[in-house]
């Protein structure tokens, strides 16, 4: 089993930075693919970044501004969002599956309660 709980939500003015955390508690966390999706009002969740023991995949959106990392010693994965924009607000969650990385919801077993993110303009 796997216990997930995101961090380091808040309110950021467009073009600010934030740094979301995924701490993870059970066995295997470097085995473990973990992946960042958000949801906003009224939109489906959609997939923002994963990152396996090799491999990082990131969604067209986040790419060149969020960063996606993995802390092995401290069973965290960080998720570094720059260049903020309004349309980034959404609730943030972190997910996490045993195998490759992944770009679907349904693919991970497990999820952490989320974290809200607003970007004002």
């Known amino acids: 089993q796997v216990q997930l709980v995101e961090s380091g939500g808040g309110l950021v003015q467009a073009g600010g930075s934030l740094r979301l955390s995924c701490a993870a508690s059970?066995?295997?966390?470097?085995?473990?693919?973990v992946g960042w999706f958000r949801q906003a009002p009224g939109k489906e969740r959609e997939f923002v970044a994963s990152?396996?023991?090799?491999?990082?995949y990131y969604t067209d959106s986040a790419k060149g501004r969020f960063t996606i990392s993995k802390d092995n010693a401290k069973n965290t994965v960080y998720l570094e969002m720059n260049s903020l924009k309004p349309e980034d607000t959404a609730v943030y969650y972190c997910?996490?599956?045993?195998?490759?990385?992944?770009?679907?919801?349904?693919?991970?077993?497990?999820w952490g309660q989320g974290t809200q993110v607003t970007v004002s303009s």
């Open positions: 059970g066995r295997s966390f470097s085995s473990l693919v």
């Open positions: 990152i396996s023991w090799s491999d990082t």
């Open positions: 997910a996490a599956r045993y195998g490759r990385v992944a770009a679907r919801s349904s693919d991970y077993s497990y």
